[in-house]
T-cell receptor, first 115, second 117 residues
Framework: AQKVTQAQTEISVVEKEDVTLDCVYE???????LFWYKQPPSGELVFLIR??????QNEISGRYSWNFQKSTSSFNFTITASQVVDSAVYFC????????????FGSGTQLTVLP | KAGVTQTPRYLIKTRGQQVTLSCSPI?????VSWYQQTPGQGLQFLFE???????NKGNFPGRFSGRQFSNSRSEMNVSTLELGDSALYLC????????????????FGQGTRLTVV
């Protein structure tokens, strides 16, 4: 069975601080996908990034960066120089099917960025 | 292009009633997945439809059902509503491929907030 754990329930930071959201996953598959989604108060889940199990190259995109480590089954997400607009719930998700059709989500991390 | 559209946005129903929620995927997307989000259980997968066929189903009772039409629009139905069915129901649209070649992100709608009283 697959499982995604986001141990951090809530994080508060002051604007311009860096913040890392942790995600640990469990799966027996060798082929899988990992995702990060952001959910603002409006409710819509906004796609941020997808990584497949064969691609451990970490990525930086603007203020966002991701650290994928298969050895520790972790897929952490960092926001550099956080902004108030980054305040949202962030979800890590796993798909064993190799596509985004059926996702197993973590419990989410509520990020609050204070001005 | 237009995003995923879910209707209605808000709904209040009485225990025992049934409800139908609608989801229109992004044009060209053939897969529609449904999720239930509650404070206690978080985001849970309900089922997925592709080309009018249910491909996957989560661990929910038979009161939860769905269907997909030839234009890929999908509906989900909940019969004999219970208080615990109060939740945000999210629909996700994707191309529907499988494996590494077909893998793709899922785009979510804003959800339908269902309140059962």
């Amino acid at each position: 069975a697959q499982k995604v754990t986001q141990a951090q329930t809530e994080i508060s930071v002051v604007e311009k601080e860096d913040v890392t959201l942790d995600c640990v996953y469990e799966t027996r598959d060798t082929t899988y996908y990992l995702f990060w989604y952001k959910q603002p108060p409006s409710g819509e889940l906004v796609f941020l990034i997808r990584r497949n199990s064969f691609d451990e190259q970490n990525e930086i995109s603007g203020r966002y960066s991701w650290n994928f480590q298969k050895s520790t089954s972790s897929f952490n997400f960092t926001i550099t120089a956080s902004q108030v607009v980054d305040s949202a719930v962030y979800f890590c998700a796993l798909s064993e099917s190799g596509s985004a059709r059926q996702l197993t989500f973590g419990s989410g991390t509520q990020l609050t960025v204070l001005p | 292009k237009a995003g995923v559209t879910q209707t209605p946005r808000y709904l209040i129903k009485t225990r025992g009633q049934q409800v139908t929620l609608s989801c229109s995927p992004i044009s060209g997307h053939r897969s529609v997945s449904w999720y239930q989000q509650t404070p206690g259980q978080g985001l849970q997968f309900l089922f997925e439809y592709f080309s009018e066929t249910q491909r996957n189903k989560g661990n929910f009772p038979g009161r939860f059902s769905g269907r997909q039409f030839s234009n890929s629009r999908s509906e989900m139905n909940v019969s004999t509503l219970e208080l615990g069915d109060s939740a945000l129901y999210l629909c996700a649209s994707s191309l529907g491929g499988t494996g590494l070649r077909g893998s793709t992100e899922a785009f979510f709608g804003q959800g339908t907030r269902l309140t059962v009283v």
